[in-house]
């Protein structure tokens, strides 16, 4: 049985600003206000990691994707979230908590996560693949 379509990375033009470049452009009332400086919606825990990153851009963050049982993987080019609960919408396949997918999860560096600049909940991952990586149910 093929698998339900995987969220897709963003297309590579305009996906070269990296995180580290992004916080340190961002001002302090577009971290609490994203929304406002066109940012669309930002969780705390995506506006800690990017406040973390422009105090030390060499500082890891934690990308999150929803995928299929068992894949556990992330690739480059893949994309990624730095929110757990935005990782969690991706995961819910239906009504039904026992059809949503796992979601997988690892530390890399800040520099490896690119941007287009235009919403802050979605990124693609220019790092080296990650394989291996442990399944979390999505809504633990």
Not at 104 to 122: C, H, I, N, P, S
Request: some cysteine.
């Amino acid at each position: 049985m093929p698998y339900p379509t995987l969220p897709f990375p963003p297309r590579s033009e305009g996906w070269t600003l990296t995180i580290p470049e992004l916080a340190e452009v961002m001002g302090e009332e577009a971290f609490n206000n994203p929304r406002d400086h066109g940012y669309g919606e930002c969780d705390p825990e995506t506006r800690h990691q990017l406040r973390k990153v422009r105090d030390a851009p060499e500082v890891h963050v934690r990308i999150y994707r929803a995928l299929p049982a068992g894949l556990g993987e992330i690739n480059t080019g893949d994309w990624i979230t730095l929110s757990r609960d935005y990782a969690r919408q991706y995961a819910m396949r239906d009504d039904e908590a026992a059809h949503d997918w796992p979601i997988v999860f690892a530390d890399v560096e800040a520099r490896t996560v690119l941007t287009d600049g235009k919403d802050l909940d979605q990124y693609r991952y220019a790092g080296a693949s990650l394989s291996g990586l442990r399944d979390h149910a999505a809504g633990a």
